[in-house]
Protein backbone atom coordinates (compact mmCIF):
# COMPACT_ATOMS: atom_id res chain seq x y z
CA UNK A 1 0.00 0.00 0.00
CA UNK A 2 1.31 3.49 -0.70
CA UNK A 3 1.91 5.11 2.62
CA UNK A 4 2.24 8.59 0.46
CA UNK A 5 -1.52 8.38 -0.69
CA UNK A 6 -3.63 11.52 0.67
CA UNK A 7 -6.37 9.20 2.27
CA UNK A 8 -3.49 7.19 3.83
CA UNK A 9 -4.31 7.30 8.03
CA UNK A 10 -7.47 9.13 7.93
CA UNK A 11 -10.49 7.79 8.86
CA UNK A 12 -12.60 7.00 5.85
CA UNK A 13 -16.42 6.74 6.03
CA UNK A 14 -18.76 4.99 3.35
CA UNK A 15 -22.62 5.37 2.58
CA UNK A 16 -23.82 1.96 0.80
CA UNK A 17 -27.05 2.91 -0.68
CA UNK A 18 -29.45 -0.82 -0.44
CA UNK A 19 -31.35 -1.56 -3.23
CA UNK A 20 -34.98 -2.66 -2.08
CA UNK A 21 -35.11 -6.08 -4.37
CA UNK A 22 -38.60 -6.97 -5.12
CA UNK A 23 -40.49 -10.00 -6.74
CA UNK A 24 -42.43 -9.09 -9.67
CA UNK A 25 -46.28 -8.42 -9.66
CA UNK A 26 -48.27 -11.71 -10.74
CA UNK A 27 -51.51 -9.35 -10.85
CA UNK A 28 -51.49 -5.85 -11.69
CA UNK A 29 -53.31 -3.37 -10.00
CA UNK A 30 -56.23 -3.23 -12.22
CA UNK A 31 -56.67 -6.81 -12.15
CA UNK A 32 -54.61 -8.33 -15.16
CA UNK A 33 -52.57 -11.52 -14.83
CA UNK A 34 -49.02 -10.30 -15.66
CA UNK A 35 -47.31 -13.98 -15.24
CA UNK A 36 -44.38 -13.76 -18.74
CA UNK A 37 -45.21 -15.56 -21.46
CA UNK A 38 -42.64 -17.70 -22.25
CA UNK A 39 -41.06 -17.42 -25.97
CA UNK A 40 -42.36 -20.37 -27.49
CA UNK A 41 -45.85 -19.53 -26.57
CA UNK A 42 -45.50 -16.73 -28.09
CA UNK A 43 -43.95 -17.25 -31.17
CA UNK A 44 -47.12 -19.92 -31.09
CA UNK A 45 -49.68 -17.46 -30.81
CA UNK A 46 -47.88 -14.79 -33.46
CA UNK A 47 -48.25 -17.90 -36.12
CA UNK A 48 -51.92 -18.76 -35.43
CA UNK A 49 -53.18 -15.34 -35.20
CA UNK A 50 -51.37 -14.64 -38.62
CA UNK A 51 -48.79 -11.60 -37.08
CA UNK A 52 -47.41 -10.08 -40.28
CA UNK A 53 -43.66 -9.42 -41.03
CA UNK A 54 -43.88 -5.94 -40.01
CA UNK A 55 -45.47 -6.86 -37.06
CA UNK A 56 -42.94 -9.83 -36.16
CA UNK A 57 -39.83 -7.59 -36.82
CA UNK A 58 -41.59 -5.01 -34.51
CA UNK A 59 -42.41 -7.33 -31.28
CA UNK A 60 -39.36 -9.39 -32.16
CA UNK A 61 -36.83 -7.75 -33.54
CA UNK A 62 -37.25 -4.28 -31.87
CA UNK A 63 -38.00 -2.97 -35.44
CA UNK A 64 -40.07 0.01 -36.27
CA UNK A 65 -42.86 0.42 -39.10
CA UNK A 66 -43.07 3.17 -41.52
CA UNK A 67 -44.64 6.38 -40.57
CA UNK A 68 -47.58 7.05 -41.36
CA UNK A 69 -48.63 3.09 -42.62
CA UNK A 70 -49.19 1.16 -39.29
CA UNK A 71 -51.91 -0.95 -38.85
CA UNK A 72 -52.86 -3.28 -35.63
CA UNK A 73 -53.13 -7.05 -36.27
CA UNK A 74 -56.60 -6.62 -36.62
CA UNK A 75 -56.42 -3.96 -39.29
CA UNK A 76 -57.15 -0.97 -37.47
CA UNK A 77 -55.31 2.34 -38.69
CA UNK A 78 -52.66 4.09 -37.15
CA UNK A 79 -54.73 7.32 -37.10
CA UNK A 80 -58.12 5.69 -36.47
CA UNK A 81 -60.38 7.76 -34.15
CA UNK A 82 -62.31 4.72 -33.05
CA UNK A 83 -62.95 4.83 -29.02
CA UNK A 84 -61.26 1.01 -27.58
CA UNK A 85 -58.54 -0.22 -26.20
CA UNK A 86 -54.85 -1.25 -27.30
CA UNK A 87 -53.96 -4.61 -26.28
CA UNK A 88 -50.73 -6.51 -26.88
CA UNK A 89 -50.68 -8.05 -30.13
CA UNK A 90 -49.50 -11.18 -28.38
CA UNK A 91 -50.92 -11.83 -25.30
CA UNK A 92 -53.50 -9.49 -25.18
CA UNK A 93 -52.42 -7.05 -22.21
CA UNK A 94 -54.32 -3.73 -22.17
CA UNK A 95 -52.03 -1.45 -22.96
CA UNK A 96 -53.55 2.06 -23.80
CA UNK A 97 -56.99 3.68 -24.28
CA UNK A 98 -58.19 5.67 -27.01
CA UNK A 99 -59.06 8.31 -24.36
CA UNK A 100 -55.28 8.56 -23.97
CA UNK A 101 -54.76 8.81 -27.97
CA UNK A 102 -53.53 11.90 -29.40
CA UNK A 103 -52.59 13.29 -32.78
CA UNK A 104 -48.75 14.02 -32.76
CA UNK A 105 -48.27 14.55 -36.37
CA UNK A 106 -45.27 11.88 -35.88
CA UNK A 107 -47.44 9.20 -38.58
CA UNK A 108 -47.56 6.54 -35.03
CA UNK A 109 -50.12 6.22 -32.44
CA UNK A 110 -49.76 8.39 -29.26
CA UNK A 111 -50.58 8.66 -26.08
CA UNK A 112 -49.93 10.46 -22.77
CA UNK A 113 -50.38 7.74 -20.60
CA UNK A 114 -50.80 4.06 -20.77
CA UNK A 115 -53.95 1.98 -19.28
CA UNK A 116 -51.85 0.48 -16.18
CA UNK A 117 -48.35 1.14 -15.29
CA UNK A 118 -47.67 -1.96 -14.45
CA UNK A 119 -48.35 -3.13 -17.82
CA UNK A 120 -45.65 -1.66 -19.30
CA UNK A 121 -42.07 -1.80 -19.07
CA UNK A 122 -39.82 1.17 -19.52
CA UNK A 123 -35.80 0.49 -20.16
CA UNK A 124 -33.15 2.76 -21.27
CA UNK A 125 -32.33 2.39 -25.40
CA UNK A 126 -29.45 3.24 -26.98
CA UNK A 127 -29.45 1.71 -30.28
CA UNK A 128 -29.83 4.04 -33.41
CA UNK A 129 -26.73 5.99 -31.69
CA UNK A 130 -29.22 7.83 -29.61
CA UNK A 131 -30.43 7.76 -25.92
CA UNK A 132 -34.43 7.00 -25.43
CA UNK A 133 -36.78 5.15 -23.49
CA UNK A 134 -37.90 2.05 -24.76
CA UNK A 135 -41.33 0.57 -24.26
CA UNK A 136 -42.23 -2.75 -23.58
CA UNK A 137 -45.23 -5.53 -22.69
CA UNK A 138 -44.78 -6.15 -19.26
CA UNK A 139 -46.43 -10.09 -20.07
CA UNK A 140 -44.50 -10.55 -23.14
CA UNK A 141 -41.28 -8.30 -23.58
CA UNK A 142 -42.30 -7.70 -26.76
CA UNK A 143 -40.96 -4.23 -28.42
CA UNK A 144 -43.86 -1.22 -28.77
CA UNK A 145 -42.04 1.39 -29.21
CA UNK A 146 -40.54 4.48 -26.94
CA UNK A 147 -41.35 7.82 -24.52
CA UNK A 148 -40.53 11.13 -25.01
CA UNK A 149 -40.67 13.80 -22.80
CA UNK A 150 -42.77 15.70 -25.19
CA UNK A 151 -46.74 15.21 -24.48
CA UNK A 152 -49.42 16.76 -23.59
CA UNK A 153 -50.69 17.43 -20.26
CA UNK A 154 -51.50 15.91 -17.62
CA UNK A 155 -48.24 14.15 -18.15
CA UNK A 156 -46.07 15.49 -20.53
CA UNK A 157 -45.32 12.05 -22.01
CA UNK A 158 -45.59 10.90 -25.45
CA UNK A 159 -45.49 7.27 -25.89
CA UNK A 160 -45.14 6.98 -29.26
CA UNK A 161 -46.18 3.17 -30.57
CA UNK A 162 -46.20 0.97 -33.69
CA UNK A 163 -49.68 0.35 -34.53
CA UNK A 164 -48.47 -3.59 -35.34
CA UNK A 165 -47.18 -4.54 -32.02
CA UNK A 166 -51.03 -3.72 -30.98
CA UNK A 167 -54.73 -5.09 -31.38
CA UNK A 168 -57.27 -2.64 -31.30
CA UNK A 169 -60.71 -3.98 -28.77
CA UNK A 170 -63.63 -1.64 -29.76
CA UNK A 171 -65.44 -0.10 -27.07
CA UNK A 172 -67.88 -2.84 -25.15
CA UNK A 173 -65.78 -5.85 -26.16
CA UNK A 174 -64.60 -8.02 -23.52
CA UNK A 175 -61.05 -8.01 -22.49
CA UNK A 176 -59.95 -11.13 -20.70
CA UNK A 177 -58.14 -10.77 -17.87
Not at 161 to 171: G, L, T, Y
Request: charged content about 30%.
Amino acid sequence: MDCNHPLAGKDLTFEIELLKVTEPKKVSDSGYKLDRIPLEKQIEEAQETGLDDTALDVIFSHGTERAFTGKTSDGTSHDSKAKGTYVCAIGGLPLFSSEHKFESGTGWPSFYQPIDPDHIIERKDTSAGMVRVEVMCARTGAHLGHVFPDGPEPTGKRYCINSAAMRFVPEGEEIPK
